[in-house]
């Protein structure tokens, strides 16, 4: 579809030489029938398979299209979500739109590792959280799990470190952060415990999701994630947590409806639900969903800035402090490939990066489609990425 939101055909041509058409996903990333041309050269229905294709590659293949790259599909035969992109003599193929021929081994593995990670940034010279890692052992002592009581005496060690309060079963004066230490789409991330109970509860309940843990002190600031392609800063936004604004008249319950429908129209894979950190926050806030807020009164229905979880994209390209594009450079030169993205924490995006930027984590195969709808302006980052893949 157009940004007006009408479907629009891309013309593709395949290895077998005729002209396929490929009905394309929306910029918001949703998947409609995709008609390909297979190695034989007959045309075959992938419709059944769409469901597994991802928006990131829909937006590859439009652009490619555009810019005459040969689209080979082979999610028909195969079943999974990969495409050959040809061009002269070159060849990429890419798994899901982002696992490409020339992401390494050694800088996807290092990047998962967000521990790892802060500490080759922290000897860089780069801001980082303050934090600490834990791991359950593979296999717990035949006498019951020792784990337990080695998880507490870490999160108290942790939450006594981190905050400026040494009894750590009482409330901290700092909260912290929990999160998977190799974890994505902030799946098991909670903010705002100030208890070391509170902290290995959470760890031990989720346990069976995720072995290792990070506990990190917990930064304020503005949630901006900067897109690089060949070392270049093509693309800055702020990630905004999930929120809505009373107008006096409707219940919050409506209100949460009508942000969950919009989100998920630009974004199908944004997905507000209404969970236990939902209500923890709207009791904390004094509201409940029969409520009708105050007119112009803001109710914060998540902690972190998920934009898989009702988070909005808010583009700050334009805004962005110049020295921000030399800063991330240097970061991008520590992992050594094309495609990267840096999630950071900074009070004020047109402020320089130094006084006060604190790096979350890096992405080697990084989610770049919220660029493609974010607010105040969007960016075509499949065409940069083609792009960048095959010199053009």
């Not at 992401?103 to 790892?116: P, Q, S």
């Not at 995720?210 to 800063?233: A, N, P, T």
């Not at 926050?281 to 004094?286: K, R, S, W």
């Amino acid at each position: 579809m157009t940004d007006a939101g009408s479907e629009r055909d891309v013309r593709a041509t395949t290895d077998a030489g005729p002209v396929s058409d490929v009905r394309a996903t929306t910029d918001t990333g949703s998947v409609n029938d995709v008609h390909t041309v297979t190695d034989t050269g007959s045309v075959s229905d992938a419709r059944a398979t769409t469901g597994v294709r991802q928006a990131r590659q829909l937006h590859l293949m439009r652009a490619a299209s555009a810019l005459g790259i040969t689209v080979h599909d082979r999610m028909p035969e195969l079943g999974v979500d990969l495409v050959i992109y040809r061009h002269g003599a070159k060849s990429v193929p890419v798994l899901e739109g982002r696992y490409d021929h020339e992401l390494r081994a050694r800088d996807f593995f290092l990047t998962e590792d967000k521990h790892a990670t802060k500490l080759l940034l922290s000897e860089a010279g780069f801001t980082t959280p303050r934090g600490f890692a834990f791991a359950f052992t593979d296999t717990p002592a035949s006498d019951g799990d020792d784990d337990l009581p080695r998880l507490t005496a870490f999160a108290t060690d942790a939450v006594a470190a981190l905050s400026a309060n040494p009894a750590a079963d009482a409330p901290a004066l700092a909260p912290v952060v929990v999160k998977p230490r190799a974890g994505m789409r902030g799946d098991a991330v909670r903010m705002d415990l100030v208890t070391a109970a509170a902290v290995a509860e959470h760890i031990a309940d989720r346990r069976h999701l995720f072995r290792s843990w990070i506990v990190e002190e917990q930064v304020d600031g503005k949630d901006l994630r900067l897109q690089l392609v060949d070392g270049e800063l093509v693309a800055a936004c702020v990630r905004e947590p999930a929120s809505v604004t009373g107008d006096g008249r409707t219940r919050l319950a409506e209100l949460v409806e009508t942000h969950r429908t919009a989100v998920a129209a630009a974004n199908p894979d944004n997905r507000l639900v209404v969970d236990t950190e939902t209500q923890d926050l709207l009791a904390a806030q004094g509201l409940g969903l029969d409520d009708v807020p105050a007119a112009g009164r803001a109710v914060r229905l998540k902690r972190t800035a998920n934009l898989a979880k009702g988070g909005v994209a808010v583009d700050v390209t334009e805004s962005l402090h110049a020295d921000f594009a030399p800063w991330a450079a240097s970061v991008a030169d520590l992992f050594g490939t094309r495609i990267l993205a840096i999630d950071a924490l900074c009070a004020k995006p047109h402020d320089p990066p130094t006084t006060g930027t604190t790096i979350l984590e890096v992405n080697t195969a990084p989610e770049w489609v919220h660029h493609t709808f974010s607010r105040n302006r969007t960016h075509d980052i499949a065409t940069r990425v083609l792009r960048s893949w095959f010199d053009l």
